[in-house]
């Protein structure tokens, strides 16, 4: 039943995803724009972990953060093995804040060859996804990047991802692809031509009943996936803000009618561990509304 009802809220109800999901390699940088002093934890060890869920936690128990704007976040396997308020993470973010919870299961990228980036192996991915189906996840996210219009290599990273993709399906989870485009590429414009053509390939190679998630750098051009947003093999696309701020990432958003936003740094942009609670309420509120309102085009 809450898969059914899952699934519908993320189809139809206007909405972002909150991306919550940064590892051990992009963790530090999250913790020191947060305010965390780097004496205040071993980078890699527990006691990092052990911040950036407290940073997390005051996130998803802020009055600001709820199902009424948010349609679901994506967290890492740490914080979905942990709990809030007493509750195991997924299981809070649903039954107290109406939130979908989806979970990163890539092990982080390859070394670049022929301009593009790869997932690593994933060898105990089955396991993970049980570990995620009984935890009461909804979906997955898995990030491989493209730096240049190599047409061989966009080929490789698009069927990697399907590949993984039905994996996580046949475990009865919906699986987010995320191609992710450099936005410092020069030859961004290409890849983009490219990378929507392989996509538009692959999708009517879904099984009947099949149906994927798509999460895509804002592209160059407005409106520039519709066809995969129109695709009855698509369930939604998000879009992830690359690195750009969230002023700039939500003016490029609203030019992109039936995408919504997975922002993850433009999210917590301002945020601080200083704060009071009052004005990390505040803060946060700001943010999710101007997220929101710039995924209702």
Known sequence: ???????????????????????????????????FPENAYVPGEESM???????????????SFGGDRILGAILFENTMDRQVNGMPTSKYLWETKNVVPFLKVDKG?????????LMKPMPDLDDLLKRASTAGVFGT??????????????????????????QILAAGLIPILEPEV?????????????LKQS?????YKLDEGEVIMLKLTLPCVPDYYK???DHPKCLRIVALSGGYSRDHANDLLAKQHGMVASFSRALTEGLTHQMTEDQFNYILDESIGSIFEASKT
Request: neutral net charge; contains cysteine.
């Open 1 to 35: 039943m809450a898969f059914q009802q899952q699934l519908e809220k993320v189809r139809s109800t206007d909405g972002f995803l909150a991306a919550l999901d940064q590892s051990g390699g992009s963790t530090p940088k999250a913790l020191k724009l947060y305010g």
């Open 49 to 63: 972990f052990d911040c950036v869920h407290e940073m997390r936690t005051r996130i998803m128990t802020s009055p």
């Open 109 to 117: 990228l390859a070394g670049e060859e022929k301009g593009v980036q």
């Open 141 to 166: 996210k898995m990030r491989s990047v493209i730096k240049h219009a190599n047409a061989e290599g966009i080929a490789r990273i698009v069927e990697q991802q399907f590949d993984v993709g039905k």
């Open 182 to 194: 450099d936005i410092h590429s020069t030859s961004k414009a290409q890849i983009e031509k490219i």
């Open 199 to 203: 996509i538009l390939d692959h999708m």
């Open 227 to 229: 066809e995969l947003i």
